[in-house]
């Protein structure tokens, strides 16, 4: 009967505390986001705190031209945030269907992750470079990779700066 009890409590606390750092999670870099489109001046700035929409934000507040490894080069940033969002929705439902075919589906569906996964480095590479060094951008974004907990935290740091290309 104790033990129950412990057992449940103990999953009560657990489910608490993993709702609470959800929360954190998501709403620390749509907090720094929200700062970062309202200084940009974009209309919009709201959407920092819808998923999909804050990736939108994450590609468009960058200045400059977006640069995919000199594969995918234009200055319309919005296009690409177009692209990835749908990218990002359709393709998982593909990818999701490519896994059930043995081996060529396998390794496709393996394909689009890894794209997707560079272009999400990419999009968080280029919102850092937009105020810190190109060097510090590329650690900080390659580090996110590994532990993913400091892109947000980072992002809600540099949203307290102005950035440096004004």
Known sequence: MITALFTGVTMIISLIVSMIVTIA???????ALYRMAKYEGRPYAWLA????ARCYQ??????????LFNWIRTQDRKK?????????VAGTAIASALAAVPVVGQLL??????????????KRYDLIANYESRETALVI???????P??????????????PKRV
Do not use: C, Q, R
């Open 80 to 88: 690409v945030a177009i692209i990835y969002i749908i990218v990002g």
């Open 49 to 52: 705190f819808i998923p999909f």
């Open 58 to 67: 994450e590609i468009t507040i960058p200045n400059g031209e977006y640069n």
């Open 25 to 31: 999670m998501w709403l620390i870099p749509a907090i």
């Open 141 to 147: 974004s390659i580090i996110d990779i590994f532990i």
């Open 109 to 122: 569906a393996i394909a689009y992750a890894i794209a997707v996964n560079i272009m999400m480095w990419k």
């Open 149 to 162: 907990v400091v892109y947000e935290i980072y992002v809600f740091i540099l949203s307290l700066k102005l």
